[in-house]
């Protein structure tokens, strides 16, 4: 069944002129901090390596000490890495490991929130009775309750087998799909595009192939339900689901007791599309995860690839970064707003209609800046597409003198209003420790009493010039993450008006013609420029190999992009950390013991947007 | 001359199969579904801005029971595949479909082992929008071509949908074996 597996495809260029270097592993990290220092002296010989690797603090462990060494640093209190941001896998089939080496490794981000530190740590696995295809590594479940959705992912998409995870299950692909498909000989999959018909063609023996029978199935139960209860099923086509989610529920009466989140109904394969594409191809992919803010998901990713190519960033093309992912921050908050209020309160689709008023002037400014709305691909790697239109300061001026004003208004609407209250107070609490140990990041965390912000607290792309506040509220309900976004907007419009007022001239993006492309004047005049050009836009750039995690804070989360570089133009694994994604496993402690109603209140104050869910 | 001389003033005639499609075409209540980047601008043009409601459309109804049109505004993964086809059989007759932006109508950016190349590989479609995502304009403008298919239709032409059964099986489903068969 499902054999899609068309010709497999090379992006780079003919084989034979490829450096004889690529592929090739990442370098071992050097040099010490204060953190591996303390983690070598305790661990000694368990540790593969450690040290520092693109500016991260890096520990390479022994599979067997893992589960060790991840309560040592969350326990010891001159680490305190209480957090586990991500986990996921590389298949390393195709570098050049050395043979006693296993193929599959784990990735762990964990992060400090007290002391502001980040700390990835690198396990290789384990063989499963002695088979090459059954990658064993421990479950971090017993400590990070972070690690239980996270550590599904990677099961689901590289077969990594977790021991001792509590709920081993696929969470994105069908039950019955036949393969994980992220290793790396599992081909891209699709089909080959029929422009002319003709038949026998082998290019089109993969055409239709791609469809699983469309018939329903019976649904499973999910483990630790019982059917003595009434188990009521809810999406993936729901009005209040945001997108297609599928919520299992099990109620007595009208409590709910358990909440069983089904995903996958939107898994549209960007990670291992992205390893098929060169680096600065999959600007534009970013744009469709979270397509409610795609300038931020540009912007993360170009952070990031920016970070392994060590470039620095003109002072203008930063500005204007920080410029559209502000805007963007609010644009996304006043659409949650919108439709959180449509889902609880009742007052219908007047705050939607007012909302969707500002938006609109948001995506103007978007539309002036890239001509498109939401698929902006605006930031791209090494700066901006295009300076900004002479228009755009002024719109923008008028656009933020008002901005305040609107939101005082929706405030006074929904605020304080007896509904909104009484909807919102107390109805899914979650603690400090909770969220915390859930790995929840963004609005989900302020709203429980952990004052993080990683535009504050690690600063990126020149967050650290600007005065801002960061709202915390310590109730922990959908009414303290309801005060926290609307703030959050807030100080969106202070940090505009500060970068308008600071708007440099200069560059807009880097004078690097290996990595950004030649002003198209200067293709008209100078050869040199021509084949930089040419070669850009055939063969992309190469990256050094290496490794990085970069998190931004986006609309929801954190939005992080873990990649690897094997030295070639396509990245060898890249990995996106959806906030929404880790978010969401909180919806079934939110939801535990109260109505089907407040259901829907969560999943609004969770802010999801199903395209990252999903990925 | 004819019956109009007899008829008091302000009573037209027409037939039957043009005041229906009239009444249909100028109230098709889509489904409130909405799959990915698409339905943001699925939902723009239902705004004040856009306003579909100049069309007789702002009537999104959540159940497929009360909807004539299905807007498939995104890609279509595999494991969303039945629940689509499923949702669009549970829609009663007659209904339409549009496939709104590139995703829908052939796949995409997305040519990968999760995304289906098409929602037309599971169910008919009557109006294809492209673009990523179409602007809330022009998805206006694909029901102004939707409009202008409702019009011309016929009870016959029901009839005969009614006959075929226009559920699609599994072999059914476009694949090089059947358009072979069909070419030869």
């Keep these: 069944m499902l054999n899609v597996s068309p010709r497999y495809r090379e992006y780079e260029t003919l084989p034979g002129i490829n450096d004889p270097s690529i592929p090739a592993l990442a370098p071992l990290p050097e040099g010490e901090s204060e953190d591996t220092k303390l983690i070598v002296e305790r661990f000694g010989e368990d540790i593969l390596a450690a040290g520092l690797h693109n500016g991260q603090q890096v520990i390479y462990v022994k599979p067997e000490k893992l589960v060790e060494l991840a309560t040592f640093v969350r326990d010891e209190p001159a680490l305190a890495y209480e957090a586990l941001i991500d986990v996921t896998a590389i298949d390393r089939l195709k570098l050049p490991i050395p043979v006693e080496e296993a193929r599959f490794q784990a990735v762990y981000q964990l992060r400090s929130y007290a002391r502001k530190q980040h700390l990835m740590i690198l396990s290789g696995t384990q063989n499963e009775d002695g088979n090459a295809d059954k990658p064993t590594i421990s479950s971090l479940a017993e400590v990070f309750e972070g690690a239980i959705w996270p550590e599904r992912e990677a099961y689901d998409l590289l077969g990594v087998n977790f021991a001792g ?132 998901n540009n912007f993360g990713y170009c952070l990031a690839v920016e970070k392994l190519l060590g470039v620095e960033i003109p002072e203008r093309a930063q500005v204007i970064r920080v410029i559209m992912a502000e805007l963007q921050r609010i644009s996304s908050h006043l659409f949650w707003l919108g439709t959180h209020v449509m889902d609880v309160s009742g007052t219908g689709m007047a705050v939607m209609m007012y909302v969707t008023r500002e938006r609109e002037r948001i995506l103007d400014l978007f539309e002036m800046v890239c001509g498109a709305r939401l698929t902006v691909s605006y930031i791209r790697i090494g700066g901006v597409w295009k300076d900004l239109p002479p228009a755009f300061i002024s719109t923008l001026r008028d656009l933020i003198a008002v901005l305040p004003r609107y939101f005082d208004d929706y405030e006074d609407m929904v605020t304080s209003g007896p509904v909104w209250q009484e909807r919102l107070e107390g109805i899914g609490v979650l603690t400090r420790s909770e969220a915390i140990g859930m790995g929840l990041t963004g609005p989900m965390l302020r709203g429980s009493g952990v004052d993080w912000d990683l535009r504050r607290d690690m600063p990126y792309g020149g967050y650290e010039n600007y005065d801002f506040k960061v709202p915390v509220e310590t109730a922990g309900d959908c009414y ?64 050094a190999p290496g490794m990085v995690y970069y998190g931004i804070e986006s609309s929801k989360g954190e939005l992080g992009y873990f990649i690897e570089s094997d030295g070639s133009a396509v990245p060898y694994r890249l990995h996106v950390r959806g906030p929404s994604f880790n978010n969401l496993y909180a919806i079934s402690k939110m939801s535990r013991g109260h109505t089907l109603s407040d259901v829907v209140t969560n999943i609004g104050s969770t802010d999801i947007v199903l395209g990252e869910v999903d990925r | ?86 949702i669009y059989d549970q829609m009663l007759e007659p209904k339409w479909v549009i ?44 029901l102004d071509k939707l409009r202008a298919k409702q019009g011309k239709e016929t009870f016959a032409q029901y009839k005969r949908a009614e006959l075929a059964q226009a559920f699609l099986r599994p072999e059914d489903i476009e694949s090089l074996e059947t358009l072979q068969k069909q070419a030869a």
Excluded at chain 1, 524 to 531: K, N, R, Y
Aim: with cysteine; glycine share 8%.
């Design chain 1, 165 to 296: 995870h509590p709920d081993l299950r696929r969470i994105l692909m069908p039950n019955h799909w036949p393969y994980h498909p992220l290793r790396k000989n599992i081909p891209l999959g699709g089909e080959e595009v029929p422009f002319t018909l003709t038949w026998g063609d082998p290019e089109f023996e993969t055409f239709g192939k791609q469809i699983l029978p469309a018939e329903s199935v019976n649904p499973v139960v999910p483990p630790g339900m019982d059917t003595q209860n009434l188990i009521l099923n809810m999406g993936p086509h729901h009005p209040s689901t945001h997108g297609v989610l599928r919520l299992v529920v099990e109620l007595d009466g009208e409590t709910v007791i358990n909440v069983d989140p089904d995903l996958g109904y939107l898994h549209s394969g960007f990670e291992k599309t992205g390893e098929s594409k060169r680096y600065k191809d999959f600007v534009y992919y970013t744009d469709r995860m979270d397509y409610l803010s795609p300038m931020s």
């Design chain 1, 480 to 543: 303290a993450r309801y005060l926290v976004r609307i703030e959050e907007m807030r100080q969106s419009v202070r940090i505009i008006e500060q970068a308008l007022k600071n708007l440099p001239d200069g560059l807009f993006r880097v004078d690097d013609r290996k990595i950004s492309l030649p002003p198209r004047a200067e293709l008209d005049v100078s050869m040199e420029a021509l084949i930089h050009h040419f070669k850009l836009m055939t063969e992309g750039f190469r990256v």
């Design chain 2, 1 to 86: 001359m004819g019956l109009e001389d007899k008829l008091p003033e302000g009573v037209l005639t027409t037939s039957l199969e043009s005041l229906v499609n009239w009444g249909r075409a100028n109230s098709t209540w889509p489904l409130l579904f909405g799959l990915a980047c698409c339905a943001m601008e699925m939902i723009a043009a239902g705004t004040a801005r856009h306003d579909i409601s100049r069309f007789g459309s702002e009537l999104f109804r959540a159940s497929p029971r009360q909807a004539d049109l299905m807007i498939v505004s995104g890609r279509v993964a595999n494991k969303m595949a039945p629940v689509i086809k499923r």
């Design chain 2, 99 to 142: 496939a709104m932006g590139i995703c829908a109508s052939a796949g995409g950016p997305f040519n990968n082992y999760a995304i289906i190349q098409g929602v037309d590989k599971i169910i008919p479609v009557d109006v294809y929008v492209p673009g990523c995502p179409p602007r809330p304009e022009a998805l206006l403008f694909a």
